[in-house]
């Protein structure tokens, strides 16, 4: 299984430029925007405490991983899943650089609520973070995944190992500053359903989960318990989250009965203030009779010089305490219980192995004990549930088969992304705790940590599309469900309570985006998802504005009333954040486009023609007199009066060196767009790529090649910021797929790799992870449709089992090794020359549709054939005619579903 190694590994990629969108989460490490210029190399330097993965051990696994591959063609139902969690490496994206991936490696489940994962004091939004010089706070069980939250997300209900001196109760480190600890070098592990590391003093701390519970396991060595005089203690924690925002709850220890149950109240991580979210927990300390408390209480303590313990005395077995409101919040009480042990397994050095079992909930602490009990069962197997989880994971990676002869570095690269592919949102289903008035008995779909919609909704949720309709259509039904309960298409819900809308509402495209290709079971009843419902839900979102737009839908009624969405207007009926106007009237007609989708497959074409012509709107966001870098027209904020506002088109670019510059969700965000330039966001429109180029070039292929090529020669593009995912296949849309080709290449190579640094920043709950495996893959994604572009693999062969459309084996013919390379060398095949499905030759080689990439029924498998060749001139078009390129709405595509 992959390691953490104290040797740092050397790496002649840089990272690329850092993530824009997290300016505010980086004011925590007082970083500056011009840090983002900042390349791999001049990190390190600064970072003499890197940490990178173990590579003798990692690719061992990888030998074994690829070996596993090449015992199956992946293209029958009937054989054994192979072990290909031996090519996950989850590390990648871990290091506390600049730019973090801020992903969490931690024990889980695929779609797991409970990610047992460390929390290291510091910047570590998913609690961990592979820099050696953080002290590691605790083991806890929530935690979400590639979010970029100021100060972390979840973290609750940390537990930690100690001694204490001389087995003194009231001496005993509890307190968050006395107990933290730095940990050994070269000892952190992590495995799809296993996590370890070693603290300094030589314990060895271990996790493994299920869905909503998990075992831990501490070994304490001789030497850490003084040759066996001291007694193994843990601390378990009640109060502290990462964000330090306990709002009060209440605790039960029964030393009798080994078993202590919490609960509280905390805020959201990327919400507004007024919500909170309460979860419960459970956990058992007995091990079925093999562990027996010596000493048990509860401690209380702050950073003022409180330091309280309350040990259970007599026949007393009991303690409990009541916090239930703290309306300061943060740390100013920490408080949690102590337990130590008087007999226990030991392993055959004679070391101490405590073993916990915990539950959460989000409903009470009695289901979280239910479901300990459930999920774990009295055996308390840690290995059972390590191979139990294992094998979970491998059937999630099993529908993706890999050529083995796949280059070792891609390899690492596809089966790591497709592990975070999985991991990510939280399955809650039975804990929809506080989300709404007896949600504790809603035993329906129920999904959390959907963190955020505007990050994911362009690769993540198509990416799942491919193999996993079944796990898309919960998914789906769960957005659909948010209107159903609260009116409105969740948009950003994290922590169980309502997130912060970013653009538009982006729950729409993921709803289109899923019936797009899978309406026919949908009205067989072969998905969980109505698509009457699903069409409410969108037609309500498209022409009902909310009171707040914080946190649900649009700012439809001035979007409608102008054709954009103004600035400085005097909107009378609703509010929100007045800021990324420009942006959000081009995310707003995406949307428009996605609903249209919704209204076509539901059978009402005059909603859809409505929505279809109000997708066009985009336009009017395009300022002609703009120019930057010899070209002109770019998007900018718009009075009522349809004058503009002029700002550079570079600002809150990579380039863009201003000081302090607020790009993201503050007030102070006054540029227009999000997270982002003007440059970028006036190359998105995934939708209309025709109408786009008429507007801003003129019809002018030329230059709309030329102004793809500046926008990334001038340093104006980088991967980390989801508006770009598409850029780097535009050209298709000029039919020069050649220059697609070339610059996925260069994206891969100048963004990705194997390292602890190998994300561009922000995985955003797997959409950085998604967009690496399109790349790889030779495909890319129109969202809300069934379209995808084609492009050149990274490997000579692979296959996809899709759950309901049956199988998908790809064959690359003429694959050169030599074209992975950020550069492809003249004379190498790289280029696609022609596309064949079932031995038939397409008429064009830049798109294909979903129906024609499976077979459409089980048990069956299409064979796609894509011919490379090094002649670059001759294939530098997507066909013979008009029709051979990518779909446009203003020429006429998307006509039908």
């Not at 048990?296 to 409180?306: C, K, T, V």
């Not at 985006?513 to 109505?530: I, M, Q, R, T």
Request: glycine residues 8%.
């Amino acid at each position: 299984m992959p390691t953490v190694s104290g040797e740092p590994q050397s790496l002649d990629d840089p990272l690329g430029l850092g993530k824009l969108q997290k300016i505010v989460a980086r004011a925590v490490q007082d970083l500056k925007p011009s840090n983002r210029q900042t390349h791999f190399h001049a990190r390190r330097a600064k970072s003499p405490n890197r940490v990178a993965v173990n590579e003798q051990i990692l690719h061992q696994d990888l030998e074994e991983g690829l070996d596993e591959l090449s015992k199956s063609k992946g293209t029958s139902r009937d054989e054994q899943d192979r072990d290909l969690a031996k090519l996950v490496n989850a590390f990648i994206g871990t290091e506390a650089n600049s730019n973090p991936g801020n992903v969490c490696p931690g024990a889980s489940t695929p779609y797991g609520m409970v990610k047992f994962n460390v929390d290291v004091d510091q910047y570590a939004p998913a609690g961990y973070v592979t820099d050696l010089t953080g002290d590691i706070r605790g083991l806890s069980p929530l935690h979400d995944s590639g979010t970029g939250s100021s100060a972390g997300s979840f973290g609750n209900f940390e537990s930690m190992p100690i001694v204490c001196p001389d087995n003194d109760f009231k001496k005993c480190p509890t307190r968050l500053d006395d107990r933290k600890r730095k940990r050994l070098a070269g000892k952190d592990e992590a495995s799809p359903g296993y996590f370890t590391l070693t603290l300094d003093n030589s314990i060895k701390m271990e996790a493994t989960a299920t869905r909503r519970a998990g075992l831990i396991r501490y070994t304490f060595p001789k030497s850490a318990l003084d040759g066996g005089k001291l007694d193994p203690h843990v601390v378990q924690d009640w109060t502290n989250d990462l964000p330090g925002t306990f709002r009060g709850g209440d605790i039960q220890l029964d030393a009798e009965k080994g078993q202590m149950r919490m609960n509280g109240s905390w805020a959201s991580s990327f919400g507004v203030g007024q919500y909170t979210y309460r979860a419960f927990s459970c956990v058992d300390l007995l091990n079925n009779g093999k562990q027996s408390i010596k000493k048990a209480g509860l401690w209380q303590g702050d950073r003022f010089g409180q330091d309280t313990k309350l040990e259970i005395e007599g026949d007393h077995k009991q303690l409990h305490a009541n916090l239930t409101k703290n309306s300061i919040g943060g740390q100013p009480v920490q408080a949690g219980a102590l337990v130590s042990f008087g007999s226990f397994p030991t392993t055959s050095d004679g070391s101490a192995e405590i073993t916990l079992r915990m539950g959460i909930s989000f409903n009470s602490a009695e289901q979280a004990c239910a479901n300990a009990a459930e999920e774990i069962g009295d055996a308390w197997d840690f290995d059972a549930i390590v191979k139990q989880t294992r094998e979970a994971w491998n059937v999630k990676l099993n529908r993706f088969q890999i050529d083995p002869k796949t280059d070792k570095t891609i390899a690492e690269l596809f089966y790591s992304s497709l592990y975070y592919a999985f991991l990510t949102p939280n399955n809650a289903t039975l804990e929809a705790g506080n989300l709404y008035p007896g949600a504790e008995d809603y035993d329906g779909n129920y999904y959390n940590s959907l963190y955020c919609t505007w990050d994911t909704y362009r690769t993540f949720h198509p990416f799942l599309s491919l193999s996993s309709p079944n796990d898309m259509a919960e998914i789906v039904d769960n957005y659909i469900d948010g209107w159903r309960k609260n009116g409105w298409i969740p948009e950003c819900r994290a922590n169980n309570v309502p997130g912060l809308t970013q653009g538009g509402s982006h729950g729409v495209m993921v709803i289109a985006d899923f019936l797009a290709k899978y309406h026919k079971f949908a009205k067989e009843g072969k998905v969980p998802v109505s698509i009457d419902d699903a069409y409410e839900a969108v037609f309500k979102d498209s022409y009902v504005t909310p009171e707040d737009w914080n946190s649900y839908g649009r700012q439809i009624s001035v979007y409608e009333q102008y054709g954009y969405i103004p600035f400085a207007v005097f909107d009378t009926y609703s509010t929100g954040r007045q800021t990324r106007e420009a942006s959000r009237g081009l995310e707003y007609a995406h949307n428009d486009f996605g609903a249209r989708t919704v209204a076509l497959i539901a059978g009402h074409e005059d909603v859809a023609k409505d929505l279809g012509e109000r997708s066009l709107t985009y336009k009017n966001n395009f300022d002609p007199s703009v120019t930057s870098m010899g070209f002109s027209n770019f998007v900018q904020k718009r009075y009522p009066d349809g004058s503009f506002h002029y700002d550079d088109p570079t600002i809150c670019s990579p380039i863009d060196h201003g000081k302090d510059r607020q790009c993201s969700l503050p007030q102070e965000n006054v540029w227009g767009v999000y997270e982002t330039s003007s440059w970028e966001y006036s190359l998105y429109c995934p939708w209309d790529e025709a109408g786009l180029i008429t507007l801003i070039s003129n019809d002018s292929v030329q230059n709309f090649h030329d102004r793809l090529d500046t926008f990334f020669e001038k340093g104006l593009y980088y991967s980390g910021n989801e508006p770009s995912f598409s850029t780097p296949v535009s050209y298709h849309y000029i039919s020069r797929p050649v220059s697609s080709v070339k610059r996925v290449r260069q994206v891969v190579y100048d963004n990705f790799n194997t390292t602890t640094s190998g994300l561009p920043g922000n995985s955003d709950q797997g959409a950085m992870q998604t967009l690496l495996l399109f790349h790889l893959l030779g495909l890319y994604p129109v969202p809300a449709t069934k379209e995808f572009l084609i492009l050149s693999p990274f490997m000579p062969s692979y296959t996809i089992r899709n759950e309901l459309l049956g199988d998908l084996h790809v064959t690359v013919t003429n694959f050169d090794a030599r074209s992975l390379a950020r550069s492809i060398p003249s004379g190498v095949p790289a280029y696609v020359e022609k596309v064949l499905i079932n031995g038939v030759e397409r008429s064009g080689r830049c798109k294909v549709e979903m129906q024609d990439l499976f077979p459409g029924q089980i048990g069956q498998v299409n064979e796609m054939e894509i011919v490379l060749t090094a002649e670059e001139g001759k294939v530098d078009n997507c066909g013979k005619s008009k029709e051979d390129l990518p779909s446009s709405l203003s020429t006429g595509g998307f006509a039908s579903f």
